[in-house]
């Protein structure tokens, strides 16, 4: 059953009336009338009552609705209630706060009517509640924002309005949440806005009614809000301004004590320039000097920045000899470093080409030079006895065929030269230096001190005849010089071996002999060594072709290695036992067999750890016990015979030596069984090899013997070995970048610059400290004894024109010169016409220069040919010339013709200046070229000048092209060999 009717005496919708009627729910907004109009004694009517369709009229039931009917009924009925509101005035309004207003716009036609409710806020009157009715509807407004009740669509008479407006009166107004003065820090945000009818911050959500007070629940959230928020912030703001205060507090009394201090060094500073203005220059440099805690070379650095300041202009600095030293170092060093130092005026250093002017004082030339030899000895002078001692070193190095004319004594660099004179007939073809032979000075006890001493050019290796006069002549120099050469380190080089015998030295079983007498003291021997490095790779490489040595101790085999490696790579997770083990070590390429770092490491003792324990752990090495001894033994011999720290050095009674004694006795047991063919020759060592071996053993026991009973505490043995020059020719071919060849003319450039600085270079320490003896010689040689050594080379361009000059002079008088030229001269020089043409251009160049070096305007005038030639010989000239080129005089066109031809005939020779100019004066009626200048003063000179210039310049020229056509054919060659497979 249905609901029940709530009106009294009505059945509808009970059990007992089985009726169906339509029900009608009770109207919210017209409760009060349904309950004034439907009085019940025992309850009150709800709005969840219904009421039956019994007690309404049936043109009160509305059977059919539709939109459009509803609202033209509701349009309409505005519309008069519009109309009786303009014409009567019959609404009344619930107070005096409320007004009605007739509002008229475009000439009456279109009314309004406003009925509002003012108040006032914060002393300005304010709309706060108002309903503007128009013929189109009604719309409610609180604070300006439009309201909706649900009601105002049920406003359709003057009844309903005057009801509507009662109860638009009694709704309470919500007044926002906080006021915008008590927050001024808050800003408008998504949740809630500026209200500026009430001054406020309204909540977005705000239904501009409440039930109580004067806020809504959603103004009252946001007004705790932004209190809580305001306080915070005054709080932050509060405590951000007392410490600014602070900070601002603290920061005036720094300043103000900023600016006493700066006062106060003000005044200091001033004071300080009066004091330096009345100090001179010397008291100053005495003051430095007695700065104790100051290194020497900050001494230096700061007197020559203060001497600086003196001069307004960099070309007019004057620099001290130490800094010139120091700075000479420096570019040597690095040049790249100088110029950025220099650039960026960081120091205060001298020009590039000052540098050089001092550097090229030292001649590049091979042989042994007297004035190196006369600084080397004021260097030694600074040492003690023990660094006194030493060995000499040499090797030689591979360079590439280039040939070059040195100016300064027109004689060619790049041809064999072991510093003697040449035949004049000799020729360059058949010496083209290949190898570059250097000797170095090792001192046994001071780890700095190894000084290059000799340099010679070689045409393939050079004989040991040859080596054997080269080193007595070294010898007796570095003798001279104060040091005390106690043996000879090489290679096992056929050419070494051949010296060997030169001095009897011999690695023969049962007759080895190791030195010799001293050839400079009887009483002193000289004892003779094999690099040791060189000895173990040599070791190496024949173990490794053999593949199995029958030593003493039993079978070697080169595979126990090889398994050593494939176990121990494959081992999990990457772990290794012998870690530095690698491919390379068990098959070296031909180029990885020359190192030595490759050869050491597989005779290592970790090596034979590492066989040992995979011997334990597998069958496959049951038989590695041979390879272990023999890993062992050679092992310690290395060790033995490269001793680098003073803590391992031989001393008396040292272990070292009974592994030298047992390691000779061991390998003179293992030749035995070869005499007596136990074993043959393939399962031994090479014979140079094993003399070496020999040789090296008993001359390193004698002399350490030697040295010991001699004062010296400790011998280091590694001293004894080629390491000082091989890194001297590793820095070569670092800084050449030449694929590790460089021509022997950047050879000799680089070994001059190392030279150099390994003759200046001050010493950081020695590794034998405890033997110097107590001195205060100075231990490096200075820049004034370097200038006073290496004086200015006389050989320069100047003094070959006086040579030329004299000649001259000597030949006219002799012979009167012949004024008058005899044309049938030049008839015997046959050139092709393309030949002239070059000729006539380099006339051209020489006469041009000749004009600028020459300040007489008659001997110009006549150095040029004033009229325009139209000779075929001036073609090329006249082509290449753009309006500045000048045409030589015609007497020296002819004059280089003959020059051209005796030069070409001398090309290929050695001394090829000198035997030009000697067939140039020596040909009949030569004299007849001289010049016939009206300038009787200076015809000579530009005589003796043009043909020195042209001859220099033609010569290099030549050589020049030859080296490219050389580098040309190398770069060919080296690009076919990678094409093919080896």
Sequence with gaps: MGRKCVVPNCSSGYKGNPE??????????RLLEWQRAIPRKDRQLTVNDVVCAKHFNREDIVTEVTTESIENKHQQSIEILFDRLISENILKLPSKSWALHIITDQGNENKKICISMVTVIDETVEMKKSILIAKDGLKCFIFGSPFLPSTLNEVNSVQTLQTFLDYFDSLEVCYGGAKINKCPSAFQ??????????NVWRHIHCTYTTNRGQQCFYCKKITRALYDFQRKNKTLITTKLSSLRKKLKISNRQQNRLQTKTQRILSELKLSKEKIKRIDEESLFNKIDNLDNLPLAQKILIKECYKMTKYNKKTSRRYTSDWLLTCLLLHIRSPAAYR?????????????????????????KCGLDQQFFEAFKKKVEGKNSFQKQGILIFDEMTVRQNIELNVTNTKLIGIQDFGLEHPKTSKTADKKADHALVFLFSSLTDQEFNQPVAVYAAKGPTNGTCLAQLMIEVIRKLEYCGVVIHGIVSDGASTNRRMWKEFGITGELDNAVNKCVHPLDELRYLFFFSDAPHLVKCLRNRFLKASILQTPDGKVNWMHYKMLFDYDKNLPHNLRICPKLTQMHIQPTNFMKMRVKLATQIFSNSVADGLHYFKQKYKEFEEVDSTIKFTKRVNNLFDALNRRHPLEGIRENSKDFDTLNENLAWFNEWERMVEEGKISKSQFLTKSTTEGLRVTILSTIELCKYLLSNGFKYVLTNKMNQDPLERFFGTIRLADCANGHPTFITFLQLYRMLTVYKLLKPPKFGNCTQMQENSNANNSLSFNDFKNVFETNPECGKNHVEKIKMKIEYILDTDSPINEIDEQLFEDVTTTEIVDNSIYYL?????????NTSKCNICREQLYNKEDPCSSTSEFTSTKSRGWLNHPDSLMF???RWVEGILMKYIDFVDVFDATIEELFATKNFMTIYFPFSCEEHRLEIFSKAIYFYTIMRIKQFYKQEQEKTTKACAEKRKESRLQTT
């Design 894 to 896: 002819n004059m280089f």
């Design 189 to 198: 945000t998504t949740f809630y806005q500026f209200d500026r009818h009430c």
């Design 843 to 851: 006339a051209g160049f020489v006469a041009k220069k000749l004009y």
């Design 340 to 364: 950025f130092l220099r650039n960026n005026d960081i120091l205060p250093l001298p020009q590039i080409s000052t540098v050089r002017k001092y550097l090229s004082r030292v001649s590049i």
């Design 20 to 29: 169906k009627v339509s029900v009608f729910r009770v109207p919210k907004d």
